[in-house]
């Protein structure tokens, strides 16, 4: 009997797939740590959030609400949404796997762009499809791409808008394009993750395209602005078809109840949120200015990151660059996964570590910033 007789064995594909692997959370100095490598708000979390997790608390016996109902009818009053067309999932992460376990077998395609969420790959291969990588332009999604890749196979098409990890977007013009060019059985996935920092007049998440079609679903997240990365809460707004299909795979009680009373708390506190934009606004401004005065290029972002290229010189590269701060306690993130091996993802800290990284690096361009 031969060894792959002998023991449990994956279906084809499922050993080819790269594992995620998360931004690092250690520096390889002894003193204080900055974590800017996974895109967490340095504010935190709404104290209202913090004060309905330990409301719960008292009642851990209790399975929580299957339905997430508190927190579907909170996202539905924000957003004036029916709440039967809104699925809350384990992170946005467990909904956009969910889609592609659903919508996606073998012989079937589904469309990223080069620079993608790493995530989106992953659940295509693991479902037995394949990936059909597109050029983006200028680090942006491409629609002509996206839309010259379409073919009988395909079945799903993801995008982030905005997109990690470079920070850019496509106005909403181009976002109704690209849905008007895709056949009606074609389903378009808009992962708005970042939606909450977007302060552009020609942006949208994609609430009205969903409302007005069958084949549109917008994921959002509470990982990112709400500060609830611990927690793992997204939502999905869809069609009820594409909702009913969703309900019938998902865990029973996907959402436990600290995390479904905290995001209800945190999605009310408008307040919270304001601050938590004008904050990062300030800061996305700074940094990029900043950092292009060293002779660095950023590329500029309308999230909560900066993607922040280096010299292709010996000893000036993204990699010495990150062992550099790495040593000094600012940790960022490397990107070579995405396609760019010469680059660093930045998020926007609390000021101690913004600052810090720009004397940081500074000292390592050996060079002195332009501005104040």
């Not at 992170?91 to 376990?101: I, K, R, T």
Request: net charge negative; hydrophobic share 45%; charged share 20%.
């Amino acid at each position: 009997m031969s060894e792959l007789m002998t023991k449990p064995t994956p279906r084809p594909g499922i050993m080819d797939i790269a594992a995620y692997v998360p931004g690092k959370s250690h520096g390889t100095g002894a003193g204080k740590v900055h974590k800017l490598s996974s895109n967490e708000t340095p504010l935190g979390p709404s104290p209202k959030a913090v004060a309905a997790i330990q409301a719960v608390a008292e009642h851990l016996e209790l399975y929580p609400d299957g339905q997430s109902s508190a927190l579907r009818e909170a996202i539905a009053a924000k957003y004036g949404l029916n709440t039967s067309n809104i699925i809350c999932g384990n992170g946005s992460d467990e909904l956009l796997g969910l889609l592609a376990h659903i919508y996606l077998g073998h012989g079937d395609e589904a469309i990223i762009t080069e620079h993608g969420f790493l995530v989106y790959k992953i659940q295509i291969l693991a479902n037995g499809a394949t990936p059909v990588t597109v050029k983006e332009k200028d680090q942006t999604v491409d629609v002509d791409a996206i839309l010259a890749a379409v073919t009988e196979r395909t079945k799903i098409v993801f995008i982030a808008n905005p997109a990690n990890p470079t920070g850019t977007y496509i106005p909403f013009s181009e976002v109704r394009r690209l849905h008007a060019g895709l056949p009606s059985n074609v389903l378009l996935v808009l992962d708005a993750a970042y939606a909450e920092y977007v302060r552009r007049n020609d942006y949208e998440a994609g609430l009205e395209l969903v409302a007005e079609n069958g084949n549109v679903v917008m994921t959002r997240t509470f990982s990112k602005i709400y500060g609830l990365a611990a927690l793992r809460v997204g939502w999905l707004y869809g069609p009820h078809d594409i909702i009913d299909a969703l309900e019938r795979v998902r865990g029973p009680f996907n959402l436990n109840a600290p995390a479904i009373a905290a995001a209800t708390a945190a999605v009310k506190d408008d307040a919270f949120t304001r601050a938590a934009v004008d904050f990062n606004t300030g800061w996305i401004e700074r940094l990029t200015s900043e950092l292009t005065a060293l002779g660095l290029t950023v590329t500029p972002s309308v999230t909560n990151f900066v993607l922040i290229h280096f010299p292709d010189e010996d000893g000036k590269r993204a990699a010495d660059a990150d062992r550099y701060l790495s040593e000094r306690g600012y940790i960022l993130r490397a990107v070579a996964g995405y396609g760019f091996p010469n680059a660093l993802r930045m998020s926007v800290g609390v000021e101690e570590a913004n600052l810090g990284v720009i004397e940081a690096l500074k000292a390592f361009l050996g060079r002195e910033a332009k501005t104040a």
